[in-house]
């Protein structure tokens, strides 16, 4: 039978000390993963074998330098095709910034000519919109040129030889009467749709091309491309801050361009009531056979008048109503976003078509106190015959 060894008594001291050459005491923290000493076989081990953090994958940049070139040839496309207007809206663009650099000069021009509607002139919207029976008008015609009188020796009776030698002879009166008021048409000879009209080269080019079929029709320009550009080009000479606050073509500089092309005469006028401004235009085309020039669209379009109808002579009848014109559109045959398709040159314009189009003086960039709110018309004075010239 083996004896049993007596329990040993507790160690009044604690528990031993570690053995230094021992392992070390492992960790006590439960948040940690216990610590595996190092095998010095088969190296140092962290306990369970963790996979390796995935790597960034490192984003491809051919997709974005595609996107990129792409977007850009869209860009250059449209605005070479003018794809959405975006060409244009790029020109609006650096015409701002042109005008922001270089504003225009504040200089005289030409003046404006306000009219006031006569007494009892008729209101814009009691005209009539419907046009007279062709087979009751009567066609006008400009008045014969005017020639200088050869002296001739009357032939007189003997009392009448005496009279004439004492130099008290009298001229015997001649009795004029009023013609009669029927409805008329008229159009300038020398507003040939064929050969007179030219289309604007670019769409701020619409003063500049009615211009040029003004002074064609005076025989004084060719109609192409390559001098309209010129006679754009040559803007600065004429533009005035009083005549347009944004820069461009105005009334004025329009009047002062025709000027330096020797076409004089022609006045810009503003009307408080559109059918005397059409009345007025229509008397001086049959007075000098030139044409007119409406500003349309509130100031921001150019139309050039080639003819008119009316329910009276405007040259006698001073209460005329103007029932349609004829015009010239540089626009045509370019279709507006805003104003529609324009029409063939020398349409006739009815009375719906006039309101719609041939509209007050009303620019966004400022007041004119002369202009607002009227209906502006640079209007012949001299007659045509005596400024005709060779194409140059």
Request: proline residues 15%; charged residues 25%; aromatic residues 8%.
């Amino acid at each position: 039978m083996t004896r049993s060894q007596p329990p040993m008594p507790p160690d009044p001291w604690g528990p031993p000390p570690p053995d230094p050459w021992g392992p070390p005491p492992l960790p006590t923290d439960p948040g940690r993963q216990p610590f595996v000493p190092a095998d010095p076989w088969t190296g140092p081990s962290m306990g369970p074998v963790q996979p390796p953090p995935p790597r960034r994958r490192r984003r491809a940049r051919w997709p974005w330098v595609v996107l990129t070139v792409g977007l850009a040839v869209v860009f250059a496309v449209g605005t070479w095709a003018d794809v959405a207007g975006v060409r244009t809206r790029m020109e609006h663009l650096v015409a701002r910034v042109d005008l922001a650099l270089h504003p225009p000069a504040d200089r005289d021009t030409v003046p404006t000519i306000e009219v006031t509607p006569p007494p009892g002139e008729v209101g814009d919207d009691d005209i009539v919109a419907a046009l007279p029976d062709p087979s009751d008008e009567v066609e006008l015609t400009p008045p014969p040129e005017a020639s200088t009188p050869t002296p001739a020796t009357p032939s007189v009776g003997p009392a009448a030889a005496t009279d004439h030698a004492r130099g008290t002879a009298t001229p015997t009166p001649t009795a004029t009467s009023r013609p009669e008021r029927r409805p008329v048409r008229f159009r300038l000879a020398v507003a040939d749709p064929k050969t007179r009209f030219i289309s604007q080269v670019d769409n701020t080019m619409c003063a500049a091309a009615g211009l040029q079929m003004v002074l064609a029709m005076h025989d004084q320009v060719p109609l192409t491309a390559a001098f309209q550009r010129r006679l754009d080009g040559r803007l600065d000479e004429w533009e005035s801050r009083k005549d347009a606050k944004a820069g461009g073509w105005g009334p004025s500089s329009m009047a002062e361009a025709l000027a330096a092309y020797a076409v004089d005469g022609y006045e810009v006028r503003a009307y408080e009531n559109r059918n005397q401004s059409l009345r007025e235009a229509a008397a001086a085309m049959v007075r000098t056979g030139a044409p007119a020039i409406l500003i349309a669209w509130r100031g921001a379009h150019t139309w050039v008048m080639t003819g008119f109808r009316a329910d009276g002579d405007p040259t006698v009848f001073k209460d005329a109503r103007i029932t349609g014109i004829n015009v010239f559109d540089p626009w045509y045959p370019t279709v507006s976003t805003i104003w529609g398709p324009s029409d063939p040159p020398g349409t006739l314009q009815d009375l719906s078509e006039i309101k719609r189009n041939f509209l007050q003086w009303e620019r966004p960039e400022g007041s004119y106190p002369d202009r607002d709110g009227k209906y502006l018309v640079v209007i012949p004075t001299i007659p045509l015959k005596d400024q005709l010239g060779d194409e140059r």
